[in-house]
């Protein structure tokens, strides 16, 4: 449940109202605002007397919360959420663009594609160094490798970084070289590496699972807000249906979904969920019009000789003159990039 404070309510009523639930022994969530302060519990509700609440100093009414993510939920946090990565932050009403290879392959490889998407107006420089792939046999990656070159790649350029984990080590490698960690589609589900990536101390993106509801992603963020970490960015990479002629169907309703249920920064991934160059544009641009909060592109130097997702990856020119046609885009929602 959340308690709605009063406007202006004094804090030594809020400090009240938190004793009373703390010394019940069930959590405080706080969100203050300019002039409503909302209190979320957390634990088991049946130890409190709403009849008591209620008549505390200042407590306007009473709010059940049906839904059983609560530190995600918007009606804990009325406040859409800024998330800070490294030189840049997602959320705001600004634009974040994520851009570079799918996997990291080289040194050079990685440098040259990071001039050019920053360049290009991309703000985060995304590279796979852990690839978890449909085929054993397909390349996995260049590990803590490919990492360092991550690390390399933001001293020259400025540019913050991003990186896929798949397991505990590989989150104790990322937090020494990058700004923030990626939980990818096939482990949505994997509470024990959610825990594990909320503990970390890094921003975290989580991406959407391939069959997951809105509500079975929302408890995936849950249990990486539950360890203490609030910096936690969703992002839409397509969902499995019975349509083929795109490698996944990406979802854009899911966007202004999520902004009636969460205060969470979201972010669309048109690579992934298309699996072709040719249509990554066109759903960037609509990304946009829906009011995400940013995009991940993937973009290589050499797309027909890639290590990984070849396909879907726009060469330097196309991105650049993607990100030129998105300006428009931005304006129309009031976004600045």
């Given at each position: 449940m959340i308690i709605v404070m009063k406007p202006q309510a004094s804090d030594q009523s809020i400090h009240a109202v938190t004793k009373y639930i703390e010394d019940n022994g069930l959590q405080v969530h706080l969100s203050q605002g300019e002039e409503v302060t909302i209190i979320g519990i957390v634990g088991d509700k049946s130890r409190l007397s709403t009849e008591n609440l209620i008549i505390f100093k200042d407590v306007d009414r009473i709010v059940p919360v049906t839904e059983s993510y609560k530190l995600a939920n918007r009606k804990?946090?009325?406040?859409?959420?800024?998330?800070k990565v490294g030189n840049t932050s997602i959320g705001s009403g600004?634009?974040?663009?994520?851009?570079?290879?799918?996997?990291?392959?080289?040194?050079?490889?990685?440098?040259?594609?990071?001039?050019?998407?920053?360049?290009?107006?991309?703000t985060i420089l995304r590279g796979g160094a852990y690839k978890p792939r449909t085929s054993p046999y397909s390349f996995q990656g260049l590990e803590e490798e490919g990492l360092r070159?991550?690390?390399?790649?933001?001293?020259?350029?400025?540019?913050?970084?991003?990186?896929?984990?798949?397991s505990l080590d590989a989150i104790e490698a990322a937090v020494k070289y990058v700004d923030m960690i990626q939980?990818?589609?096939?482990?949505?589900?994997?509470?024990i590496l959610l825990k594990e990536a909320g503990q970390s101390g890094l921003p975290v993106l989580l991406k959407r699972g391939l069959c997951a509801t809105v509500d079975e992603w929302l408890n995936a963020a849950e249990y990486i807000i539950a360890e203490g970490n609030p910096n936690v960015v969703?992002?839409?990479?397509?969902?499995?249906?019975?349509?083929?002629?795109?490698?996944?169907?990406?979802?854009?309703?899911?966007?202004?979904?999520?902004?009636?249920?969460?205060?969470?920064?979201?972010?669309v991934d048109p690579s992934h969920s298309t699996g072709s160059y040719r249509y990554v544009a066109p759903m960037a641009k609509a990304a946009v019009a829906c009011d995400a909060d940013g995009l991940m592109i993937e973009v290589h130097n050499d797309p027909a000789h890639a290590l990984s997702d070849g396909p879907q990856s726009l060469t330097f020119e196309k991105f650049k003159k993607l990100t030129d046609e998105l300006r428009p885009f931005c304006q129309l929602v009031k976004r600045s990039f």
């Open positions: 804990f946090h009325p406040e859409a959420t800024t998330v600004n634009l974040t663009i994520m851009a570079g290879p799918c996997a990291v392959e080289t040194e050079e490889q990685l440098m040259c594609i990071a001039r050019a998407v920053k360049a290009a107006g991309a070159y991550m690390q390399k790649a933001k001293a020259e350029t400025g540019l913050s970084t991003i990186c896929e984990v798949v939980i990818g589609a096939r482990n949505m589900q994997n509470f969703l992002c839409e990479r397509g969902i499995r249906t019975f349509e083929t002629s795109t490698r996944n169907t990406l979802d854009l309703s899911v966007v202004p979904v999520l902004r009636t249920k969460t205060h969470l920064p979201v972010i």
